[in-house]
């Protein structure tokens, strides 16, 4: 696991933006951290280093945004309203597990009961689960921790 202290939002957005250059067709980032924590942030990161030019918004009242403007199929999840796994898979939204681009996960804990550890099997590509826990350490300062993937 890496660990990076981002100390405002744009520097978030920056880590963001240089998962984005780097990304894989494939990759589900799984992210979990507390409301004000970054999520989003990172999101908006993503979504430029990708090369997107959308107004990316926490999808929370639609389940998903997608965003296809980029070099890669963006698909942004958020799973804040949905408590179970059963309400998940419900929804229809495992076919985000392997993307035809990147998935992003926002709450993703309420689907693997959690992120940070084997309980429930992740049925990604092999290699392009990335796991990452936001934590709100001040005002405007964030732990980032995260699988690294070579990002």
Do not use: C
């Not at 709450?107 to 099997?121: D, Y």
């Amino acid at each position: 696991m890496a660990t990076f202290i981002s100390h405002s939002p744009a520097e978030t957005e920056a880590l963001g933006e240089r998962w984005g250059r780097a990304a894989q067709r494939g990759w589900v980032l799984a992210l979990t951290g507390d409301l004000g924590a970054g999520k989003t942030q990172l999101v908006k990161g993503l979504a430029r280093g990708l090369g997107s030019g959308a107004r990316v918004h926490s999808p929370t009242f639609t389940l998903v945004n997608e965003y296809l403007d980029g070099r890669l199929p963006l698909y942004h999840l958020d799973l804040y309203r949905l408590e179970t796994p059963e309400q998940i898979t419900g929804a229809g939204l495992e076919e985000f597990l392997r993307p035809d681009g990147v998935t992003v996960i926002e709450w993703a804990e309420r689907w693997f009961a959690e992120v940070r550890g084997p309980k429930r099997e992740v049925r990604s590509e092999p290699g392009k689960l990335r796991r990452v826990v936001l934590e709100v350490l001040g005002e405007t300062e964030r732990r980032i921790t995260y699988d690294d993937h070579g990002a």
